[in-house]
Structures are given as C-alpha cells and as structure tokens.
C-alpha cells in the first residue's frame, strides 16, 4: 500500500483503485468512517459466509453500526454496536442467531484485532418468521 499525503487529504492507492482519506468530508472518507466500515465489512462477510454453510438461502444482510466516542480520550471509540438483520429464505431461533453472532465475532480478523480496546456488541436478527 502507498499513501500520498497533502494539505487536503491522504489518497491511498490500494489494489482496487484510489482512497482518499481526509477529516473533512467534502475531501475524503473520515477516517473513522473508513474504521467502523472495515469492522461491518470484515463481520458481514464472515456472517454471510457462515450462514450459507448454514443453507438458509440469505438474499441480502443489512448492517446498522452505532458509535460512542470519547472527546476527552482523542475521541476514540468506546463502544461500537452492530446490528445486522439477514433476510434469508428460513430464520434462526433467537438462541441460534446468538449463536452465530457470537461465531461471527470469534471469526472476524479486524473485530478481533480490536476487542480488548473497543466494548463490541453484535446481534443477528432474521426477517419473517423466527422462534
């Protein structure tokens, strides 16, 4: 990876093309926009792939990420809640889903990277019908 930095922003260019990074958003992605994506990308990927081990026939997983920063700490993140509601063919019980978002976590290398730092919270919900 290289990273170009000037008065404006910082583009990175990365395999799939160029990234430019900037606090202010009218120059670039916020960095921590760019932190809690790689958290909900990494987990949906790995959440994805578990349930179609699972062959629930899952259309599409919706992600919500909240945030609560601490301005006295270099506002860093305290806790980061993920709510991921997966529209499938066939739901979980709540117990499974629990089940798998607790896999989810274990299996994701950049929640991982960050669990002892940040308080995480992640829940699976299914659209339709569940126990």
């Not at 926009?33 to 699972?54: D, H």
């Not at 976590?105 to 339709?128: A, R």
Request: glycine share 8%.
């Amino acid at each position: 990876m290289k990273f170009t930095i000037n008065d404006k922003n910082i583009t990175g260019e990365l395999g799939y093309g160029k990234l430019p990074v900037s606090p202010n958003d009218k120059a670039g992605y916020r960095p921590m926009e760019l932190f809690v994506s790689s958290l909900a990308g990494c987990s949906g990927t790995v959440l994805w792939n578990i349930l179609q081990k699972k062959r629930l026939g899952v259309k599409k997983i919706e992600a919500e990420v909240s945030v609560s920063r601490n301005p006295e700490e270099a506002n860093r993140i305290n806790t980061l809640t993920i709510l991921a509601e997966v529209h499938a063919d066939q739901a979980l019980s709540k117990v499974q889903a629990a089940k798998v978002a607790e896999l989810t976590v274990k299996n994701c290398g950049m929640i991982q990277s960050v669990i002892g730092s940040i308080d995480i919270s992640y829940e699976v919900t299914f659209t339709g019908d569940s126990d």
